[in-house]
T-cell receptor, first 115, second 112 residues
């Protein structure tokens, strides 16, 4: 069974500082990995996805994530935080082996930006 | 690409009533998923359709829940005899495969 662990349910950073949100995964097969962002009372928006083409994945809004197989990690980073980055972030894993590519999500990390 | 839409956005109901939610996926997407998200948690998979066929249901989907996708287009999720524990955000997503799912805005259900 696949699973995702997000370390830190709440992260606060100052505006302009580095954002680092941590995600570790467990999967018996090479997975798809994703980061989604959710703003209050809204659905999820895909930030980026890893599908094995490259270990460093660039996404929208200046975010990127690096797949490290040896550490089973897929941490999300952004060099300089902006106030508009305040939201809930979810890491997710999908088993690419079968037709049902259902997502298994972590519990989320709420990012607060300090002015 | 008009995105995934869900209706209603909010539903308040009394315990014991039946509710039905609708999801309209992106038109060419053959895969459709339903997820449930409770407060402070990530979404959890409920069920999956490929075209009109419901191919997988989570154990979370009790007998009170039923989902359909007639003609492989829109989908409905019905909850019978609602309970307070059903209060959650119900999210729909559609996909063409390749791992990328597009989510709708969700239906927030409150059971009083």
């Amino acid at each position: 069974a696949q699973s995702v662990t997000q370390l830190g349910s709440h992260v606060s950073v100052s505006e302009g500082a580095l954002v680092l949100l941590r995600c570790n995964y467990s999967s018996s097969v090479p997975p798809y990995l994703f980061w989604y962002v959710q703003y209050p009372n809204q659905g999820l928006q895909l930030l980026l996805k890893y599908t094995s083409a490259a270990t460093l994945v660039k996404g929208i809004n200046g975010f990127e994530a690096e797949f490290k197989k040896s550490e089973t990690s897929f941490h999300l980073t952004k060099p300089s935080a902006h106030m508009s980055d305040a939201a809930e972030y979810f890491c997710a894993v999908s088993d690419r082996s079968f037709g049902n590519e259902k997502l298994t999500f972590g519990t989320g990390t709420r990012l607060t930006i300090i002015p | 690409d008009t995105g995934v839409s869900q209706d209603p956005r909010h539903k308040i109901t009394k315990r014991g009533q039946n509710v039905t939610f609708r999801c309209d996926p992106i038109s060419e997407h053959n895969r459709l998923y339903w997820y449930r998200q409770t407060l402070g948690q990530g979404p959890e998979f409920l069920t999956y359709f490929q075209n009109e066929a419901q191919l997988e249901k989570s154990r979370l989907l009790s007998d009170r829940f039923s989902a359909e996708r007639p003609k492989g287009s829109f989908s409905t999720l019905e909850i019978q005899r609602t309970e307070q524990g059903d209060s959650a955000m119900y999210l729909c997503a559609s996909s063409l495969g390749g791992g990328k799912q597009f989510f709708g805005p969700g239906t927030r259900l409150t059971v009083l």
